[in-house]
């Protein structure tokens, strides 16, 4: 019997590995970016609402070059946190104390049981020469800091994260999307 060639996503997907917080293709462009800190304008006065929007058009007007506005899910990990409730409850000798903890462990298993995600917000794009890279992620940054976010560079764990949203449609896995190099 003949040996099948299992048909994978990355025979088709021109990735061929992560590395220094770059996607790497076989073409030899690198897929980089940074990670957006959310922020909830929406409590801001109007002025100030207003003072970020016109921030980010300018901001986005500036943007010379090609890029993505990606929104990925990454799914919630609240074990340790939920194992240090879980101690404050065996500890806790006031009813009252362990009745409030209780409380805090059930919440905490309803965001496990409806599988809660963190939503992450990024810029990304492409190029060749690593140097571009990095000036192109200190010119987001430095635009992203003039509107009042946050942002960093994305790691090679949130390109990974990325990926495997696309690829598995936010589904969680087990094993990894791209193999490192």
Same mark, same amino acid.
């Given at each position: ?26 073409? =030899? ?31 986005? =007007? ?13 799914? @919630?990990?609240?074990? @340790? ?101």
């Amino acid at each position: 019997m003949a040996k099948q060639s299992a048909n994978s996503t990355e025979s088709w997907l021109p990735v061929r590995g992560i590395q220094n917080n770059m996607i790497i293709t076989y073409n =030899n462009l690198k897929v980089s970016g940074v990670k957006i800190a959310p922020r909830n304008i929406f409590i801001l006065d109007y002025q100030s609402q207003d003072n970020v929007l016109i921030s980010l058009k300018n901001f986005y =007007n500036m943007i010379d070059f090609e890029f993505w506005l990606v929104v990925a899910d990454r799914p @919630v990990d609240i074990s @340790v946190y939920m194992s240090q409730l879980q101690l404050q409850f065996n500890e806790a000798q006031s009813p009252a104390i362990r009745k409030l903890v209780m409380q805090d462990i059930n919440k905490c298993n309803e965001f496990i049981n409806n599988n809660v995600v963190d939503t992450e917000y990024y810029i990304l794009f492409k190029e060749k020469d690593p140097d571009m890279v990095q000036k192109k992620v200190r010119m987001l940054i430095n635009g992203l800091a003039s509107c009042g976010l946050n942002a960093s560079q994305a790691s090679n764990d949130d390109l990974r994260i990325i990926l495997d949203n696309f690829l598995n449609g936010g589904k969680t896995t087990e094993f990894r999307t791209v193999m490192p190099l």
